[in-house]
């Protein structure tokens, strides 16, 4: 009879745990210890110490061979450990030598042989390596000091035999195999749950087996899936549940699900909890930004001021083991709660946690963007992690965000005001020369702004480039030597707003665009990410397959162009699962709310409102394209003294008043409410009011995005391309933002129902080509309204 002991080894020995790993990490991870030390250090001095690698490689003679590639897999108890490194140099000599050179700041005069352990530790690796591959019996490790500030070296020589080596290489796969036990023993315990789990309700809902059929088969064959799942089908659990088969039966690694709100991780994790009481066993880990989960918020991120930051890497380790023994669910509070107990910085805890949980809920710009991503998981080599992108719709712009950068002249105004004063101390007055030059470079684009106050360049500011860098260069030295300086803090942000618009300028080519702007009395120089598709490319290369869904992905070309270039991607449209009879939608057809007839349209659609919200007693909401002309029609609608409650959104809330704003919208109400909201704002997405806590919405206008230079470049772009300019800059983000504001009316199988819809243009068949095929609308005019407004009440109930 087959027992669970034995399933458990015939598991072992079908499938191998593969761990890559590079030198430096397995030494750091084995051996780490003291402080998180966040402090500035510069890259213009990270870039020193590579060009004095470069200027000693090129000094030494034939024998030496610079920046050679080492891998070596070591195979223990069913664990691959693949170890890949690249050595400095290799000296061919009677006795082989491994040279590993360090830049320092120290005077060459103060190093001793034995200063820094980890630095021998790494040559004696490469050197187990490069001897077993070339059957080498001794071997010498030489580390060569050079100083960043005159190319000076110290060496420091030792000389080892083959026995001496394997003991020390073995010494150090041995530590890191109690780590890799524990990931064995969990990756076995895992997959044989992955194995009997079955899908976790009774049933499957109406468009839920086929969009987890999608998902799964998008992953096996390592492609992308486009799918529109309306509000209803479970579309967390249908991209989970088949994604988790398929890590079970070795399609993928790793999970990355990927949302723009907070709102949508907790639902996740919700579906992992489920998942969890049907027998699976799982770890998931939910990042959460910095500045929300840091301890001490005031101190800087450096051992003399936190805490946590002091000793964080003596305790790292025994924390890591804790959390990986008791827990399952790395949740924000589960996070804090153990970075506590070991007082270690909870931020950093829960990266490296990262590279142990079996599904990362984080914001898509731990993924994509440059600036921030985890880079741990997305450099070398190509590996089989599953991207599961929830809320795909948000991409678009937040994805143009990530890839593009500005500068501003103004700021660089501020920092040479504060420095004149400094101007002859040492170091300011070469920092403030270069100042100067950027200054003038930002200066001459001004006048390609004579006539107007923009202007648009195909081509990156290449003269620009050769300036920042240098700038970037003399603030390294500033930054580091110069903290009594007023202005340190102004030059600490704009430094790394240069240092992103270089990095920014790398990835440039033709799906950007360079564009100037004069306002508010400044020069503003913007690299402008058009078209994000290659770049997000670049990352979903790293994954098995990737899913791309929301409730509203329409037209689903749309996001397909601008997410991936591949016609062997799948696509999947869904109608909702709700009863049709639950839900009206309508369309005021005689309501004009293009700008130049915005002004005529006030009293119109607050009459309308006015109608809608008497016409049953419960909540409502009314979402307009912009603050003004939310205000303009709520003043319209107060002097019609309607006996209702109006509650109003205004800008820039805080955590605290959003809550305060959505307990307006209570059940059984005996007086309608109105709440007058803005597109695109924090209540038409991501908003859950179920039951009769919402009735009715109506969206004034189709969302338009308003006219600006972006907007023009888009549109510009895509016409050079052949492509729907004006829709794709215009009419398909306005009609995304639309679908979602509607779809906070119905949100469960008892949920019923209005949305009205005011504005002429969705009459159009370029307009409801766009609009789910299931809507249906009701045309109505101000004439009809009441009557065709009771009628569809009468429906529903």
């Known amino acids: 009879m087959m027992t669970e002991k034995n399933m458990t080894d015939k598991t072992k020995i079908e499938k191998k745990t593969i761990i890559d790993i590079s030198v430096r990490d397995i030494i750091h991870f084995v051996y780490r210890g003291g402080d998180l030390d966040a402090r500035?250090?510069?890259?213009?001095?990270?870039?020193?110490?590579?060009?004095?690698?470069?200027?000693?490689?090129?000094?030494?003679?034939?024998?030496?061979?610079?920046?050679?590639?080492?891998?070596?897999?070591?195979?223990?108890?069913?664990?691959?450990?693949?170890?890949?490194?690249?050595?400095?140099?290799?000296?061919?000599?009677?006795?082989?030598?491994?040279?590993?050179?360090?830049?320092?700041?120290?005077?060459?005069?103060?190093?001793?042989?034995?200063?820094?352990?980890?630095?021998?530790?790494?040559?004696?690796?490469?050197?187990?390596?490069?001897?077993?591959?070339?059957?080498?019996?001794?071997?010498?490790?030489?580390?060569?000091?050079?100083?960043?500030?005159?190319?000076?070296?110290?060496?420091?020589?030792?000389?080892?035999?083959?026995?001496?080596?394997?003991?020390?290489?073995?010494?150090?796969?041995?530590?890191?195999?109690?780590?890799?036990?524990?990931?064995?023993?969990?990756?076995?315990?895992?997959?044989?749950?992955?194995?009997?789990?079955?899908?976790?309700?009774?049933?499957?809902?109406?468009?839920?087996?086929?969009?987890?059929?999608?998902?799964?088969?998008?992953?096996?064959?390592?492609?992308?899936?486009?799918?529109?799942?309306?509000?209803?089908?479970?579309?967390?659990?249908?991209?989970?549940?088949?994604?988790?088969?398929?890590?079970?039966?070795?399609?993928?690694?790793?999970?990355?699900?990927?949302?723009?709100?907070?709102?949508?991780?907790?639902?996740?994790?919700?579906?992992?909890?489920?998942?969890?009481?049907?027998?699976?066993?799982?770890?998931?880990?939910?990042?959460?930004?910095?500045?929300?989960?840091?301890?001490?918020?005031?101190?800087?991120?450096?051992?003399?001021?936190?805490?946590?930051?002091?000793?964080?890497?003596?305790?790292?380790?025994?924390?890591?083991?804790?959390?990986?023994?008791?827990?399952?669910?790395?949740?924000?509070?589960?996070?804090?709660?153990?970075?506590?107990?070991?007082?270690?910085?909870?931020?950093?805890?829960?990266?490296?946690?990262?590279?142990?949980?079996?599904?990362?809920?984080?914001?898509?710009?731990y993924v994509f963007d440059p600036r921030v991503n985890l880079k741990r998981f997305f450099q070398d080599v190509q590996k089989d992690y599953a991207f599961l992108v929830d809320e795909a719709h948000n991409l678009v712009d937040r994805a143009r965000g990530m890839y593009s950068a500005v500068i501003h002249k103004k700021s660089l105004l501020e920092i040479k005001r504060g420095l004149k004063k400094h101007a002859k101390e040492d170091k300011v007055d070469s920092f403030l020369k270069v100042v100067n030059k950027l200054n003038k470079a930002l200066l001459e684009y001004k006048n390609n702004c004579i006539e107007k106050d923009e202007y648009v360049f195909d081509e990156g500011p290449q003269q620009l480039y050769q300036v920042m860098r240098s700038f970037a260069q003399q603030a390294d030295f500033i930054l580091n030597d110069r903290k009594d300086l007023d202005v340190y803090d102004l030059i600490l942000e704009y430094y790394f707003e240069v240092l992103n618009f270089i990095n920014i300028s790398e990835l440039y080519d033709d799906r950007f665009k360079t564009y100037v702007e004069l306002k508010n009395n400044d020069v503003v120089v913007h690299l402008f990410c058009v078209d994000p598709s290659f770049l997000l490319n670049q990352t979903l290369s790293f994954g098995s397959g990737s899913i791309f869904f929301s409730a509203t992905l329409s037209p689903i070309k749309y996001f397909h162009r601008l997410y991936s270039f591949e016609e062997r991607d799948y696509t999947l449209m869904l109608s909702s699962p709700f009863p049709d009879e639950n839900r009206r939608y309508m369309i005021g057809s005689d309501i004009k709310t293009t700008y130049k007839m915005r002004a005529f349209s006030y009293e119109d659609i607050a009459l309308y409102i006015r109608d809608f919200v008497l016409s049953k007693t419960g909540n409502y909401i009314v979402f307009f394209s912009s603050y003004a002309y939310k205000k303009e029609v709520l003043e319209a609608f107060e002097m019609l003294e309607v006996d209702v409650d109006i509650v109003d959104q205004k800008r820039e809330l805080t955590e605290e008043e959003k809550e305060e704003f959505l307990n307006h919208f209570k059940e059984g109400v005996k007086?309608?409410?109105?709440?007058?909201?803005?597109?695109?704002?924090?209540?038409?997405?991501?908003?859950?009011?179920?039951?009769?806590?919402?009735?009715?919405?109506?969206?004034?206008?189709?969302?338009?995005?308003?006219?600006?230079?972006?907007?023009?470049?888009?549109?510009?772009?895509?016409?050079?391309?052949?492509?729907?300019?004006?829709?794709?800059?215009?009419?398909?983000?306005?009609?995304?933002?639309?679908?979602?504001?509607?779809?906070?009316?119905?949100?469960?199988?008892?949920?019923?129902?209005?949305?009205?819809?005011?504005?002429?243009?969705?009459?159009?068949?370029?307009?409801?080509?766009?609009?789910?095929?299931?809507?249906?609308?009701?045309?109505?005019?101000?004439?009809?309204?009441?009557?065709?407004?009771?009628?569809?009440?009468?429906?529903?109930?």
């Open 671 to 797: 007086k309608s409410m109105i709440a007058f909201c803005v597109l695109g704002g924090s209540f038409s997405e991501g908003v859950d009011l179920r039951g009769d806590k919402l009735i009715g919405t109506a969206v004034v206008g189709v969302g338009l995005p308003m006219v600006c230079l972006e907007r023009e470049i888009i549109k510009a772009y895509h016409q050079e391309h052949n492509e729907d300019a004006f829709n794709y800059a215009y009419v398909y983000p306005g009609l995304n933002k639309v679908m979602q504001a509607a779809g906070r009316v119905i949100r469960t199988e008892e949920d019923k129902g209005i949305i009205m819809l005011l504005d002429e243009r969705y009459t159009y068949n370029s307009y409801r080509q766009v609009i789910p095929y299931d809507w249906q609308p009701m045309i109505t005019s101000r004439r009809n309204f009441k009557h065709d407004i009771k009628y569809s009440w009468e429906q529903i109930e």
């Open 40 to 365: 500035f250090v510069g890259k213009a001095r990270a870039l020193e110490g590579t060009k004095a690698h470069q200027v000693i490689q090129k000094k030494m003679g034939d024998e030496y061979v610079s920046e050679v590639t080492l891998k070596h897999e070591v195979i223990k108890d069913n664990i691959s450990i693949r170890i890949k490194g690249r050595v400095d140099g290799v000296i061919h000599q009677e006795t082989m030598m491994i040279d590993e050179i360090k830049s320092t700041l120290r005077t060459l005069e103060s190093l001793e042989e034995d200063d820094y352990p980890l630095h021998w530790l790494q040559g004696e690796i490469y050197a187990y390596i490069y001897a077993l591959q070339h059957d080498k019996t001794v071997m010498q490790v030489q580390l060569t000091y050079v100083s960043i500030e005159d190319y000076e070296t110290r060496r420091f020589v030792r000389d080892y035999s083959f026995e001496a080596l394997t003991q020390i290489f073995n010494r150090v796969v041995d530590k890191y195999l109690e780590f890799a036990h524990q990931i064995d023993d969990w990756q076995v315990k895992r997959d044989k749950s992955i194995s009997e789990l079955d899908f976790p309700f009774d049933g499957y809902r109406k468009g839920q087996r086929e969009m987890a059929i999608c998902v799964y088969k998008t992953i096996k064959e390592k492609k992308k899936a486009f799918i529109q799942a309306p509000t209803g089908i479970g579309k967390t659990i249908s991209t989970l549940f088949p994604t988790i088969k398929a890590i079970g039966e070795g399609h993928a690694s790793k999970i990355f699900y990927l949302t723009a709100k907070t709102i949508t991780r907790s639902v996740a994790e919700e579906a992992f909890e489920i998942m969890r009481a049907k027998g699976l066993s799982m770890k998931n880990l939910t990042i959460t930004a910095k500045d929300k989960i840091c301890f001490e918020k005031d101190a800087a991120c450096i051992p003399e001021e936190c805490s946590f930051a002091k000793g964080h890497y003596n305790r790292i380790n025994e924390a890591m083991s804790d959390i990986m023994a008791n827990e399952d669910a790395f949740t924000r509070c589960v996070i804090e709660t153990y970075a506590m107990k070991h007082h270690v910085c909870p931020f950093e805890f829960s990266l490296d946690v990262a590279l142990m949980a079996d599904c990362v809920i984080c914001d898509y710009n």
